[in-house]
């Protein structure tokens, strides 16, 4: 993995467009908006199309371009995907197939300054915004990890037609509101300017934030964490460690608890049919990969000599287990195919197999727990040894 900077001293050419509209929404967002409110003040329904607009622009960035797109966790109704190119669109960040072909790059090459688009190692300020307003080699594009979307039609009509589709959105809608409410100027001002840099910014600190600050429970050989904070503001993306740990997953918070509004609208919708084939990573999986951190982490400080002996044997044990629990597993899974496949599924069999496969997803977690109260006890008796 190349963390070293790519050299800062050349002269990069600067893309217009994006910096015009970073700093002219930064500018009316900063500056005007507020003063405007104290001179003429707003009302609460504009602050409510601020609300909607951005929450729908928002959303559709995380459940349209993100994983419907760009993870293909899930499938959609032709009206939904609509929904969420035009919405994606007055997000003004950029078309679905750009947006995708940028990020699938950023997933495949995470942390990696020569390949990744906006790689968290280069800085948080580069991976906010800057790697939008230069050129970079990471900025050219040949789309040619996102071949399947150049085969969906609402994507390439969406790609085509970017420009009055966000014209479109971006005026008519705060047009037609501040027509209605008889203010068009702090309509515009709230549900326009204010709205997308708000969306912009919020967006860009999955970017940046997020891949700098929090805690890293699946994987900790990236940069990606998961920020509890920053996920208030992104409809559940900052859950991003088991994001990239688990890409395929249509979640990003997994358990009933965690704020993820992406996840239960997309689970709402498909019981109406209107998603469906929703992908979900194995629970065995995602217990080994929190138990493979576990292990290591144990094991580095065995290696450091800080670690009683009798917590060897322990260690040895629970590996010795896990190694049988997986193993157990992917008998399981082998079978499930064969019963699933063959000329008659067997759903006797398969029920079997699914219990087995659940008492097996409890095991690994009574393991972690076990794990967890092993350290737990080992930090507790220090203490007294030093005594």
Same mark, same amino acid.
């Given at each position: =993995?190349?963390?070293?900077?790519?050299?800062?001293?050349?002269?990069? *050419?600067?893309?217009?467009?994006?910096?015009?509209?970073?700093?002219?929404?930064?500018?009316?967002?900063?500056?005007?908006?507020?003063?405007?409110?104290?001179?003429?003040?707003?009302?609460?329904?504009?602050?409510?199309?601020?609300?909607?607009?951005?929450?729908?622009?928002?959303?559709? /960035?995380?459940?349209?371009?993100?994983?419907?797109?760009?993870?293909?966790?899930?499938? %959609?109704?032709?009206?939904?995907?609509?929904?969420?190119?035009?919405?994606?669109?007055?997000?003004?960040?950029?078309?679905?197939?750009?947006?995708?072909?940028?990020?699938?790059?950023?997933?495949?090459? /995470?942390?990696?300054?020569?390949?990744?688009?906006?790689?968290?190692?280069?800085?948080?300020?580069?991976?906010?915004?800057?790697?939008?307003?230069?050129?970079?080699?990471?900025?050219?594009?040949?789309?040619?990890?996102?071949?399947?979307?150049?085969?969906?039609?609402?994507?390439?009509?969406?790609?085509?037609?970017?420009?009055?589709?966000?014209?479109?959105?971006?005026?008519?809608?705060?047009?037609?509101?501040? /027509? /209605?409410?008889?203010?068009?100027?702090?309509?515009?001002?709230?549900?326009?300017?204010?709205?997308?840099?708000?969306?912009?910014?919020?967006?860009? =600190?999955?970017?940046?934030?997020?891949?700098?600050?929090?805690?890293?429970?699946?994987?900790?050989?990236?940069?990606?964490?998961?920020?509890? %904070?920053?996920?208030?503001?992104?409809?559940?993306?900052?859950?991003?460690?088991?994001?990239? %740990?688990?890409?395929?997953?249509?979640?990003?918070?997994?358990?009933?608890?965690?704020?993820?509004?992406?996840?239960?609208?997309?689970?709402?919708?498909?019981?109406?049919?209107?998603?469906?084939?929703? *992908?979900?990573?194995?629970?065995?999986?995602?217990?080994?990969?929190?138990?493979?951190?576990?292990? *290591?982490?144990?094991? *580095?400080?065995?290696?450091?000599?800080?670690?009683?002996?009798?917590?060897?044997?322990?260690?040895?044990?629970? %590996?010795?287990?896990?190694?049988?629990?997986?193993?157990?597993?992917?008998?399981?899974?082998?079978?499930?195919?064969?019963?699933?496949?063959?000329?008659?599924?067997?759903?006797?069999?398969?029920?079997?197999?699914?219990?087995?496969?659940?008492?097996?997803?409890?095991?690994?977690?009574?393991?972690?727990?076990?794990?967890?109260?092993?350290?737990?006890?080992?930090?507790?008796?220090?203490?007294?040894?030093?005594?």
């Amino acid at each position: =993995m190349n963390t070293t900077s790519i050299d800062s001293t050349v002269k990069r *050419k600067r893309f217009w467009p994006p910096t015009l509209l970073f700093a002219i929404t930064g500018l009316l967002a900063i500056i005007v908006v507020p003063l405007y409110g104290f001179i003429f003040g707003y009302h609460w329904y504009q602050w409510l199309a601020f609300a909607a607009m951005g929450a729908l622009c928002s959303f559709s /960035i995380a459940a349209g371009y993100h994983r419907l797109w760009s993870h293909k966790s899930y499938e %959609a109704h032709w009206s939904l995907r609509i929904f969420f190119a035009l919405f994606g669109a007055a997000a003004l960040q950029d078309t679905i197939l750009k947006w995708c072909d940028h990020h699938r790059h950023h997933h495949r090459f /995470i942390d990696d300054n020569d390949r990744d688009p906006y790689s968290a190692k280069r800085g948080l300020w580069f991976s906010h915004i800057e790697w939008m307003l230069r050129e970079y080699p990471t900025s050219h594009q040949n789309f040619n990890n996102v071949r399947d979307l150049q085969r969906d039609k609402i994507v390439m009509w969406q790609h085509n037609n970017y420009l009055p589709i966000t014209v479109a959105m971006n005026l008519g809608i705060p047009s037609l509101l501040g /027509i /209605i409410a008889g203010d068009l100027v702090g309509m515009f001002l709230l549900a326009g300017a204010l709205r997308i840099f708000f969306c912009h910014h919020t967006t860009f =600190m999955v970017n940046s934030l997020v891949h700098k600050f929090g805690r890293k429970p699946y994987r900790d050989d990236i940069s990606a964490c998961d920020n509890g %904070a920053v996920n208030l503001l992104v409809f559940g993306e900052g859950y991003h460690n088991f994001h990239h %740990a688990f890409q395929i997953d249509y979640r990003s918070g997994i358990h009933w608890f965690q704020y993820d509004p992406v996840k239960w609208v997309i689970k709402a919708l498909s019981l109406i049919g209107i998603t469906r084939n929703l *992908k979900v990573a194995s629970p065995v999986k995602i217990q080994k990969a929190k138990l493979d951190l576990q292990f *290591k982490k144990a094991r *580095k400080k065995l290696e450091s000599g800080s670690l009683p002996k009798g917590v060897e044997e322990a260690l040895k044990s629970e %590996a010795l287990q896990l190694t049988h629990t997986l193993e157990k597993w992917e008998q399981l899974q082998l079978k499930s195919y064969k019963a699933k496949n063959g000329e008659k599924p067997n759903k006797w069999e398969l029920t079997q197999i699914q219990t087995k496969t659940n008492e097996l997803e409890y095991s690994l977690k009574m393991q972690g727990e076990r794990l967890q109260a092993l350290m737990e006890h080992v930090q507790e008796e220090k203490p007294k040894e030093a005594l």
